[in-house]
């Protein structure tokens, strides 16, 4: 656990680097964002839990009250002189509860690296961002060829994406696409998914894409099972991504606040 809590952090920090190094590039601080939101974070309590309700330490900076929150252990510990409660949390879940509370996120503060205030209006957007619901379409695929004229950052947010859906599916193919309708664009079909997955993989995939920083994108997503004629015809064209195999089951331990996804904690 701490070794990914290091990994993790690292992660962050490059992204971190690279946001503060060119101010200007919006696909740097869109991937800063993504790995926000992807990561854990250890946010700072006034006491512990207590059914699932949590209650973050607030601050005061600048006339803005900010929840303090770390990517690491380490990093917690290193701004206090004794034990505090703290509750680990996916940043998603934390940018979903604290949007519209009128409340900064401080991401590190106090450890001299990595740090960054998410503001109230930064949050908002982070939380909508990540609710978005892709739209349905109903157009019937025609041809398929290679994927072209996508950017690298598209790419690597992808293979970001889906290096985290181990055990998901058995792998995903994107290629361009020409449906009969007309409309050409590009389809992620991920193929021999785990029933009840589809919602997860699909915001993988939006994700992915609106985070890439890809101005006016689209990417269409679709489900396939391993055996289907389509798939064949994919793989001739398609850029192949194998998704890594599940990691092997541990014994079951009791949920911490905020980790089972149908039950988000309170942030009161």
């Known amino acids: 656990m701490a070794d990914q809590g290091k990994q993790a952090a690292g992660n962050l920090d490059a992204a971190h680097a690279a946001m503060m190094a060119a101010p200007e590039d919006d696909a740097a601080r869109m991937r800063y964002y993504a790995r926000l939101a992807d990561g854990m974070l250890y946010l700072m309590l006034e006491q512990e839990a207590d059914e699932g309700a949590v209650r973050p330490v607030l601050v005061t900076l600048e006339a803005t009250q900010v929840v303090l929150a770390y990517d690491s252990e380490e990093r917690l510990a290193a701004t206090t002189d004794a034990p505090v409660p703290y509750a680990e949390l996916p940043g998603r879940v934390i940018a979903s509860q604290l949007a519209g509370q009128n409340v900064a996120l401080g991401i590190n503060l106090g450890v001299g690296e990595g740090e960054f205030l998410v503001s109230p209006e930064a949050l908002i957007w982070l939380a909508e961002t990540l609710n978005h619901a892709p739209a349905n379409v109903s157009a019937r695929p025609v041809a398929f060829e290679p994927p072209k004229g996508l950017p690298e950052t598209l790419m690597q947010a992808l293979d970001a994406k889906l290096a985290r859906a181990g055990g998901l599916a058995q792998a995903a193919l994107l290629a361009a696409v020409r449906y009969d309708d007309g409309r050409h664009g590009h389809m992620l079909a991920y193929i021999g ?47 192949r991504f194998d998704l890594p195999e599940p990691a092997a089951s541990a014994p079951a331990a009791p949920a911490a606040p905020g980790m089972d996804p149908a039950k988000p904690p309170k942030l009161r």
Not at 196 to 208: I, P, Q, V
Not at 211 to 231: I, K, Q, R, Y
Not at 233 to 239: E, G, P, T
């Open 193 to 239: 998914a785990v029933p009840g997955a589809e919602a997860a993989l699909t915001r993988a995939a939006s994700e992915a894409l609106t985070f890439s920083g890809v101005e006016a994108g689209e990417m269409d997503v679709t489900f396939l099972a391993a055996d289907m004629p389509a798939v064949d015809r994919l793989a001739r064209v398609a850029l």
